[in-house]
């Protein structure tokens, strides 16, 4: 059973636009979300994270949006550039287990 | 600060063969974890730690077992490797406290299974 959907698999973006990602969850249990980012050949690397008692949270470019009711949060990339080009991937935690969770994650390509 | 450390970067088994993936940080964090990338599934978890002496499953458990016998390592092992086995994996560790969750990943073995 997956612990969290991640939408889509794949996007492609024009330089300039918005990169928007989603992710919903079930298990209310989960207090910490953040995402990563991963570029080819390299581990992913912690972009941006949220907890559940806050709607929004922004660094430089990007965006978390976050709807506790219902069970979904996304990934905003304003002024989308070739190099956000990367896989991105949402994650759970579960204070209680610790043990993070991932999406199957999304391959975004900005293009020129 | 050499952070997450990973060895082999790459490995080729035949099926039935055995081996260690080794995993160790030098941050003092209290959680480690495994995961294995394949395409199309995202990162899922093997198996994870929270502390010296403690381990329990992932999503992906079977045919992979681990210990933690210090705080800075948890090697993962493959009893009877499989071509299924064949996949990038991941470690990562972490503190637990609040506020300090972000994951450190390793830079990855590329292991094939014959």
């Known amino acids: 059973q997956q612990q969290v959907k991640q939408s889509p698999q794949s996007l492609i973006v024009q330089k300039g636009g918005i990169s928007i990602i989603n992710c919903a969850y079930e298990n209310t249990a989960f207090d910490y979300f953040p995402w990563y980012q991963q570029f080819p050949g390299k581990g992913p690397a912690l972009l941006i994270a949220i907890r559940p008692d806050v709607s929004e949270k922004k660094e430089g470019r990007f965006t978390i949006s976050f709807n506790k009711s219902a069970k979904q949060f996304s990934l905003h990339i304003m002024d989308s550039q070739p190099g956000d080009s990367a896989t991105y991937f949402c994650?759970?935690?579960?204070?209680?287990?610790?043990?993070?969770?991932f999406g199957i994650g999304t391959k975004l390509q900005v293009i020129p | 600060n050499a952070g997450v450390t990973q060895t082999p970067k790459f490995q080729v088994l035949k099926t039935g063969q055995s081996m260690t993936l080794q995993c160790a940080q030098d941050m003092n964090h209290e959680y480690m974890s495994w995961y294995r990338q394949d395409p199309g599934m995202g990162l899922r978890l093997i198996h994870y730690s929270v502390g010296a002496g403690i381990t329990d499953q992932g999503e992906v458990p079977n045919g992979y077992n681990v210990s933690r016998s210090t705080t800075e390592d948890f090697p993962l092992r493959l009893l009877s490797a499989a071509p299924s086995q064949t996949s990038v994996y991941f470690c990562a560790s972490s503190p637990i406290s609040r506020g300090r969750e972000k994951l450190f990943f390793g830079s990855g073995t590329q292991l094939s299974v014959l």
């Open positions: 994650a759970v935690r579960s204070g209680g287990y610790q043990k993070v969770t």
